[in-house]
């Protein structure tokens, strides 16, 4: 027989969400490793990896996900590979180590937002650590990577999903400025740690076709 802890109890009160656009296109993660300088040497080591880069005297594996699987230029996601490939150094530079999930959207992709000329983004989703603003996060240098609109922070209130739906339903999307038929919201709930979604398909029939 084992002892077994009573887990604490939440405050509600405390309850925090951040509610950001959810954009139409695939899921997307740009993995970032750090190495040795002796596994610099070995790419071999890391089977997986696009490339190895090397920033500031610092040593990093390179990789690219779909939601299921890793992607390479020959077996790509909509070009997700290429794209990271040929940003790596900025990307680790700028990312650092870590699994950085997002949304890989635009020209080709799921509902295209309008874009018709080859237009692909990558939208990270951790808008607690990225700023909603590409200039404030320092993302320039990589033409492409950008944030999720952050719509929404504070604490956890219905009335504040009701007003990110009616609020995109109005003006369409941030992602896409002028694009009138937005997909909906994610929301993300400091409570349990968990992802939400609502989307106008099936809860705003109002919303703008």
């Excluded at 739906?165 to 919201?185: K, W």
Aim: aromatic share 14%.
């Amino acid at each position: 027989m084992e002892f077994e802890k009573f887990k604490p109890i939440p405050r509600l009160s405390k309850r925090w969400c951040f509610i950001t656009e959810k954009i139409d296109g695939t899921n997307g993660c740009v993995v970032i490793k750090e190495i040795t300088a002796e596994e610099f040497e070995s790419p071999a080591m890391f089977p997986n990896a696009l490339c190895c880069v090397t920033v500031d005297d610092r040593y990093y594996a390179v990789a690219a996900q779909s939601r299921n699987r890793f992607v390479t230029p020959e077996d790509d996601n909509y070009g997700f590979a290429r794209w990271v490939d040929s940003s790596a150094l900025g990307l680790a530079n700028i990312l650092g180590p870590g699994h950085h999930y997002g949304e890989w959207w635009g020209s080709g992709i799921q509902r295209n937002y309008g874009l018709t000329r080859g237009q692909r983004y990558f939208s990270l989703f951790n808008t607690r650590r990225w700023t909603d603003t590409r200039e404030a996060a320092g993302f320039d240098p990589i033409p492409g990577l950008d944030v999720v609109p952050l719509l929404y922070e504070g604490a956890w209130s219905e009335e504040a999903i009701d007003e990110a739906m009616n609020d995109l339903a109005d003006t369409g999307s941030y992602a896409q400025p002028f694009y009138s038929n937005p997909e909906g919201i994610v929301v993300f709930d400091t409570l349990t740690g968990q992802f939400y979604k609502k989307t106008f398909d099936d809860t705003h029939k109002g919303a703008p076709k």
